[in-house]
């Protein structure tokens, strides 16, 4: 049975774990580290070249997640990377659980390469994408956004795009993953973005009132590993998506407006989330459209069984707005 003063250590320990990661990201930021991470699949090329097998340097390290020994990285980045429960050694093989990465001009920590792990806290090219789009659904709108939320927001990576255009808005980042919100709220603290508050919930069922702006990444795929980050459940991995398309349909204010980022398989030249997504607005007010924003990624995901019905899967843009 957990004691009460357990659950109070336990708490301590985490916050200094926190605080530890907070410091590592900003001495990240004074070293001026960047780095853009791509997929998986290029990961795993790019790491398996010649000379590539360990890490030289901070960008090997916190980017491309390679192995490295003592006299890699300076003293204080290891001690706070073991106070930040966040350095596994292993004879000279170290290595860090979580990766650093660049956006908008900010830093924003994820999860290591690979991300296999259960909870895995995923960046990459599509959050780009994403949040490109909130960023630009922004600057389209006549009134301002005084409430918004990212939903499954992972790294937080959306909110603080939106929080940095709308600094007056009360912006939510949501997601069941714990360490996604341990991420986020890190993330937040970086970018300096008071305004995101990280809230567990389960899509919106957790959090009350309506949002002028909902945006959202959801998984989308069909992943038999069943990774929560990846696998967006139902026959077409179109599960989550759908169900944030009709939650958001409930809770969009008067001019208030969606941006989903999801994915899809073609079949004979046929979206099959195109078509569900229409069943599930065709009983609302709202306006909508709908686009293929790259029509050929994951190819690599085209040998496996999966997707063995899909001749391609393209990453789509679905964005639905409330008359006022």
Known sequence: MTTTNQTRTRATADVAADTALRRLGRLLQQSGYAFTTVTPATHERVNARAGHARARDLRDVFGWSRPFGPGVLPGPFLALMDDAGVLDRDGDGWRSRVRFSSYDGELFVHSSFPTTA????FFGPDTHRMADAAAAQLRTRRRPVRRAVDVGCGTGAGAVTVAKRAPEAEVLAVDVNDAALRFASVNT????????RPVRSDLLADVDGDFDLIISNPPF????AGRAYRDGGGEHGHAL??????AAA???T?????VLFSGTG???GRDPFRQAAAEVLAGTDLRWSYREVDPDVY??????PAYAHAERIAVVLLTAVRPD
């Open 118 to 121: 259960a909870d895995a806290v």
């Open 189 to 196: 603290d970086l970018a300096g973005t008071p305004g995101v």
């Open 221 to 224: 795929m069909i992943d038999p």
């Open 241 to 246: 998506p759908l169900a944030v398309l009709g």
């Open 250 to 252: 409930e809770r969009l």
């Open 254 to 258: 008067p001019g208030g407006s969606l």
């Open 266 to 268: 073609i079949v004979a």
């Open 299 to 304: 190819g690599e995901e085209l040998d496996g």
